[in-house]
């Protein structure tokens, strides 16, 4: 089992920047991925990065050049890194891990961190 915990949400001004933290414990010899999803009021919760245990990474066409995702394997934390933020940006960020135990394939969830972009 892996556990997930959320941090660094907030209001910030358009173009403005915020880091995520995703703080992990448990099993992390299981995952074999992790990543960002958000989820707008009223809209479906998007996948927007993701980094994967050898370290690549992938990207939503709508963040990209703009969130970096990185990890610090020595704090077993993952970061999500957002600069140039745009209104369209707010919603609740999320991050997953994807573990694989015994054969079988899981996936955890952090319990979601505000961010809202507005002047």
């Known amino acids: 089992q892996v556990q997930l915990v959320e941090s660094g949400g907030g209001l910030v001004q358009p173009g403005g920047s915020l880091r995520l933290s995703c703080a992990v414990s448990?099993?992390?010899?299981?995952?074999?991925?992790m990543g960002w999803n958000r989820q707008a009021p009223g809209k479906q919760r998007d996948l927007i990065a993701t980094?994967?245990?050898?370290?690549?990474?992938t990207y939503a066409d709508s963040v990209k050049g703009r969130f970096t995702i990185f990890r610090d394997n020595a704090k077993n934390t993952m970061y999500l890194q957002m600069d140039s933020l745009k209104p369209e940006d707010t919603a609740v960020y999320s991050c997953?891990?994807?573990?694989?135990?015994?054969?079988?394939?899981?996936?955890?969830w952090g319990q979601g961190t505000q961010v809202t972009v507005s002047s």
């Open positions: 448990g099993n992390i010899f299981s995952i074999y991925v």
């Open positions: 997953y891990a994807g573990t694989i135990v015994g054969g079988l394939t899981g996936k955890s």
């Open positions: 980094i994967t245990s050898d370290g690549s990474t």
